[in-house]
T-cell receptor, first 117, second 111 residues
Framework: DTAVSQTPKYLVTQMGNDKSIKCEQN?????MYWYKQDSKKFLKIMFS???????INETVPNRFSPKSPDKAHLNLHINSLELGDSAVYFC????????????????FGPGTRLTVL | TQLLEQSPQFLSIQEGENLTVYCNSS?????LQWYRQEPGEGPVLLVT?????EVKKLKRLTFQFGDARKDSSLHITAAQPGDTGLYLC???????????FGKGTTLSVSS
C-alpha cells in the first residue's frame, strides 16, 4: 500500500551517463514534486507538476528533464551526469498546489540515492 | 532570499530528557510545517501551524508558532530512542509556489 514509490532505491553510475528515476503515487493527488537532498541533508525543490503541467522549475540545469505521463507519475531523466549530481532525490505529492490553500501536506517517497563516480 | 534557520544543528541526548528545537526567520509566513525524516526514508509531516501564537500537541511533541509568524519551536518531553531522526521545518516561499526547508536538526536519543 505504498503511497509514493520511487525506483530505483540506489543508483550508481559513471560521469557522463544518462539515467532516469521513476515515481508513482496512488493517493489521487494533483501535484507532484522532485526534491534534491545534498550531503548536508539540505532539501531543495527542483520541479513541481500540477495535473501533468510544469509549474515550477527552480534554476535546475537543463540536463534534468522531468516528464509526467499522467497525474500519478513523475519521472526524472538526467543527461550527462556530473559528480555534483550525487545526492538523494525525493519525489513527493500533495492534494493541491502549494499556495492554493496554504502549505499543503506533502507526502514523500523513500528517496533514490544517486552516486556518480 | 527567504531563509529558515534551524538550531541546534545536532543534538545528542539520553532517553528521558527534554529538548527544544527552533526554526527562525526574518520573514513572515502564512503557515509553517514540521517534518521528521528517519535514515533511509523520506520526510513525514508531523504538523502544520497556521495561527500566530498557536500551540499544537502530538503526544510528547509540542509545536508552537510565534506570535509574529516568523518562528516556531518543537519541544519533545521525555525523549525516546524512537524520536531519533532529522527534524525539518518548512514554509511556503514568498511566491506561494513551493516549500522551502530549513537545514534541519539531527536528533539522536540513546537509551
Amino acid at each position: 500500500d505504498t503511497a509514493v514509490s520511487q525506483t530505483p532505491k540506489y543508483l550508481v553510475t559513471q560521469m557522463g551517463n544518462d539515467k532516469s528515476i521513476k515515481c508513482e503515487q496512488n493517493l489521487g493527488h494533483d501535484t507532484m514534486y522532485w526534491y534534491k537532498q545534498d550531503s548536508k541533508k539540505f532539501l531543495k525543490i527542483m520541479f513541481s507538476y500540477n495535473n501533468k503541467e510544469l509549474i515550477i522549475n527552480e534554476t535546475v540545469p537543463n540536463r534534468f528533464s522531468p516528464k509526467s505521463p499522467d497525474k500519478a507519475h513523475l519521472n526524472l531523466h538526467i543527461n550527462s551526469l556530473e559528480l555534483g549530481d550525487s545526492a538523494v532525490y525525493f519525489c513527493a505529492s500533495s492534494y493541491q498546489s502549494p499556495g492554493t490553500s496554504g502549505a499543503s501536506s506533502q507526502y514523500f517517497g523513500p528517496g533514490t540515492r544517486l552516486t556518480v563516480l | 532570499t527567504q531563509l529558515l534557520e534551524q538550531s541546534p544543528q545536532f543534538l545528542s541526548i539520553q532517553e528521558g530528557e527534554n529538548l527544544t528545537v527552533y526554526c527562525n526567520s526574518s520573514s513572515v509566513f502564512s503557515s509553517l510545517q514540521w517534518y521528521r525524516q528517519e535514515p533511509g526514508e523520506g520526510p513525514v509531516l508531523l504538523v502544520t501551524v497556521v495561527t500566530g501564537g498557536e500551540v499544537k500537541k502530538l503526544k510528547r511533541l509540542t509545536f508552537q508558532f510565534g506570535d509574529a509568524r516568523k518562528d516556531s519551536s518543537l519541544h519533545i518531553t521525555a525523549a525516546q530512542p524512537g524520536d531519533t531522526g532529522l527534524y525539518l521545518c518548512a514554509a511556503l516561499n514568498q511566491a506561494g509556489t513551493a516549500l522551502i526547508f530549513g537545514k534541519g536538526t539531527t536528533l539522536s536519543v540513546s537509551s
